[in-house]
């Protein structure tokens, strides 16, 4: 089993700045995908940023790309999203996700692939 530990989520004004963290334990962290999903109240979830167990692939849906990055530290087992220009519309609940990697070369951007899911944190931006 893996447990994943999100903090960071928080109220923040537009423009401004947030780190997500998702602590991991209970496998070794680099066989590991990883991925950060959203949730707003009444709506499905939704992919945001995935990475793969070694750092070389790194996916952002487009609404993110140009604000948010997505990075881990294996030796921490901890990855991380780091929000930059937030907007009021990034205002959910996020989460973070894992799954056994499968070294086929394709990192997992859907929520059914992940296997283990963190509890989420809120954030919440204000216009």
């Known amino acids: 089993q893996v447990q994943l530990v999100e903090s960071g989520g928080g109220l923040v004004q537009a423009g401004g700045s947030l780190t997500l963290s998702c602590a991991a334990s209970?496998?070794?962290?680099?066989?590991?995908?990883m991925g950060w999903f959203r949730q707003a109240s009444g709506k499905e979830r939704e992919f945001v940023a995935a990475i793969s167990w070694n750092g070389g692939r790194k996916y952002l849906v487009d609404s993110v790309k140009s604000r948010f990055t997505i990075s881990r530290v294996n030796a921490k087992n901890t990855v991380f999203l780091q929000m930059n220009s937030l907007k009021p519309e990034d205002t959910a609940v996020y989460y973070c996700?894992?799954?056994?990697?499968?070294?086929?070369?394709?990192?997992?951007?859907?929520?059914?692939?992940?296997?283990?899911w963190g509890q989420g944190t809120q954030v919440t931006v204000s216009s």
């Open positions: 996700a894992a799954d056994p990697t499968k070294y086929t070369g394709s990192t997992p951007l859907r929520y059914y692939e992940y296997d283990y």
């Open positions: 209970g496998r070794t962290f680099s066989t590991l995908d």
